[in-house]
Each structure stands twice: as C-alpha cells, then as structure tokens.
C-alpha cells in the first residue's frame, strides 16, 4: 500500500481522470500496461528525463508492463508544446542517430532484461504504414477547435505568425500511439498534458476505452526555466562521474528539494526535515552534495560518487588539483582544437573553440587562448571539474 501511495503522489502532478479511480485499480492486484514516449530530438537523455524514467521504474518494479516508446517519426517533427516558434524538421537519419545509445543511457535506471523487463517500441512500427487516407480519418475524430486554442498557437496568432499543419498533427500522431498499444496509462510532463489527453479521447472513440494519464512535474527552477536541452543547460545521464557531480552542485539552491523528491530515493520525511532546517537558516550546500551524490551513484555506483565528492571539495572548494588525474598518450602531436575532440573533452570542433574562446581551457594553471595551439605534456583542465594529464611520447 506505502509503495501504491508513493507511485501515485511522488513526482506527480495530475492523474485522470483522477488518483482515486487509478488507486482502486492497483489495490484490486490488476497489472497495468504503461508506456512514456521519448523523442530522439538530440543523442543525451539528462536530468529532465530521469523524473519520467524513474517512475516507470516503480511501475516495472510493482509487475507491470512497461513500454518505453521511442518516438522515431514523431521525432522528425518535434513536438510543439510549450514552443513560440515552429521546430526544425530532422531527417529519420539525423533521429536514429541520435536514438543510437538511447537502450545504454535509460538502462542506468530502467531494466530491459531479467525479471519483467521493460520494453522498447518505435512509433515507425505503425506511423510509417498508415495511408493518407487512413490518416485523415484519424483527423476526422478530433477537433481544430482543440488544438488551435493552446497557448503556444494563441501567442503566435497574436503575433500575426505561421501555424504550420505539421505542427497539428504531432498530438494527431502521439494520441494514436495509444490507440495501437492499447495502452492502460501513459506517463508525460506537464508539458505533454495536452497531447495525453488527446490519445485518451481518441481511445474513446476507437477503442471505446478509458486510459488513465499520469503527469509529472518538469525540472526546474522557482522562475521556471527548465533544466534540460532547450535552456542550454543539459545535465546528462551519462556524463563523467566528476562533471555530472559539479553540474549539480552549480544547480540553483531553489531547485534542491525539488531534485531531491523527483530524482533520489531519499525519504520524503528527510526531505521535509532538510526544508525546515534550510528555512530556518541553514547552508543549503551541504544538502546540494547530498543530492549530486545520491545522483551521481544511482547513475553509477556509491564508490565513484564518494570519488567524485572529494574531487569537488578539493579542486572547486579547496581549489587544489586531483591526485587521480587520467593519463591520455599522445603518439602524434596536435593542435589543442584537435586534442579536446581526440579525447572526448569536446563533442565537436564548434565545441571546441567555444571552451577556448570563453576562456574555460587551461594547460598547467595557463589559459589557452588559440585553438591552433600545440599540445604540451602537461595537465589540461577544462571548465572547473575535468582534468587531463597529457603525455607525449
């Protein structure tokens, strides 16, 4: 019953048509058949993702089927909640890139093998074979009238801006995801309400069935602004133990509470205690720590995340420079452009200069300022929580 009452109320907002009739079901022992639907519209899954992750995790660990769906046409289009401007259409190559360790990334929280694994769909399955006519009939049972009155499209009518019709049928397209798994409960944000409740009508009128539709709340700060790829300030799953660690602690202090009930197991009586020892005066950094390192091991491991501590009070608290630094062999020598690409530091040469050009790349305490920079032995940091010892031979 706790583990019942926690799934309905941790990390939720909203349940319909309401908690009461979804609680009844789940205490009669019925098994439910879930889903949440994740666009590949970039190749990191981060923080903002986990609070969904994670409650599909306590679906799956209650014995009910979970779907993760990954929204592979859908994708190409990019859904426009919450979005003033129209999105740019991606190319299913440029998707199924992206998707590519999607299964790896969601594996740190899911699991997809063993005892009731979760399991993995792409809306291309059906999507890709309904014809236009299909399709308009689709159309046919949900109204513009709908649509046209989100806030988003609101705000551009004011504004005498293009609604495009790709735009209507994204949640024309997400609604019917529903409808082909025949779903019992879809699990979305805030932000997706809209287009939940849209597969919940279209179920009706197809399937002639109720799904229930749980959301969950977005990560953010006290003004608002998200913590995820659209504000620029991705935290990854799978970022570096130490960088994952120092991102979290550079998080807002508005935002530890929040961070600590969506994204840690730590007991919501604790949490409460933590809120009035804050409120009564006390240094919220210390409570921040306790969040990146229940974070950082549930990501990884308790030894990495201890690591990653000591790292942090030593090299951005303490400002001393970690014993642990790895070693990278360089056989042929190179630009520094070139280096932070070779070794992973950076993603892409844009990347690359970026990190130079705001000043974040230092070799031996001494700041690079030119990309076409020879490399040296010696220890390279970038921003305040990588470092790198180069060695050439």
């Given at each position: ?53 994670r409650k599909m995790r306590q679906w799956q660990d209650l014995g009910h089927q979970v779907i993760l769906l990954i929204g592979d046409v859908t994708g190409m289009i990019g859904d426009p909640s919450g979005k003033t401007t129209a999105r740019k259409i ?129 990560l953010a700060d006290s003004s608002g602004r998200k913590i995820g790829k659209t504000e620029g300030n991705v935290i990854a799953l799978t970022d570096e133990p130490g960088e994952l660690f120092g991102k979290i602690m550079a998080l807002p ?141």
């Amino acid at each position: 019953m706790d583990k019942i009452n926690e799934l309905l109320t941790r990390g939720v907002v909203n349940i319909y048509p309401s908690k009461e009739e979804l609680e009844k079901i789940l205490n009669s022992g019925k098994k439910l058949r879930l889903y949440q639907g994740f666009d590949p519209t970039g190749p990191q899954l981060h923080l903002g993702h986990m609070v969904g992750l994670r409650k599909m995790r306590q679906w799956q660990d209650l014995g009910h089927q979970v779907i993760l769906l990954i929204g592979d046409v859908t994708g190409m289009i990019g859904d426009p909640s919450g979005k003033t401007t129209a999105r740019k259409i991606l190319t299913h190559e440029e998707v199924m890139a992206n998707v590519k360790s999607y299964k790896e990334q969601a594996s740190k929280i899911l699991r997809f093998n063993g005892q009731n694994p979760v399991e993995i769909k792409y809306n291309g399955e059906w999507l890709t074979k309904l014809s236009a006519i299909e399709f308009i009939k689709i159309t046919g049972l949900l109204s513009v009238n709908q649509v046209i009155q989100r806030d988003m499209f609101q705000e551009r009518l004011k504004k005498n801006e293009d609604i495009y019709m790709n735009e209507f049928c994204y949640p024309v397209m997400q609604a019917y995801d529903s409808v082909v798994m025949n779903i019992d409960l879809e699990i979305g944000g805030t932000d997706q309400m809209f287009n939940m409740l849209l597969g919940r009508k279209l179920m009706r009128h197809i399937l002639h069935k109720d799904k229930f539709v749980m959301t969950t709340p977005l990560l953010a700060d006290s003004s608002g602004r998200k913590i995820g790829k659209t504000e620029g300030n991705v935290i990854a799953l799978t970022d570096e133990p130490g960088e994952l660690f120092g991102k979290i602690m550079a998080l807002p202090d508005d935002i530890i509470l929040k961070a600590m009930e969506y994204l840690t197991n730590i007991s919501l009586e604790e949490i409460n205690k933590i809120e009035k020892n804050m409120s009564k005066g006390d240094n919220p950094i210390k409570y921040k720590k306790q969040l990146a390192f229940e974070i950082t091991k549930d990501l990884n491991d308790q030894d990495t995340a201890q690591t990653a501590q000591v790292n942090f009070e030593k090299t951005i608290q303490k400002k001393q420079t970690p014993q642990d630094i790895p070693v990278f062999n360089v056989v042929n020598k190179s630009s520094i452009l070139s280096f932070l690409i070779e070794s992973k530091l950076s993603d892409s040469k844009s990347d690359a200069r970026r990190l130079i050009n705001q000043g974040a790349v230092n070799l031996d305490d001494k700041k690079i300022t030119h990309p076409y920079q020879e490399i040296e032995n010696g220890i390279l940091k970038v921003g305040k929580h990588r470092f790198i010892k180069i060695k050439i031979k």
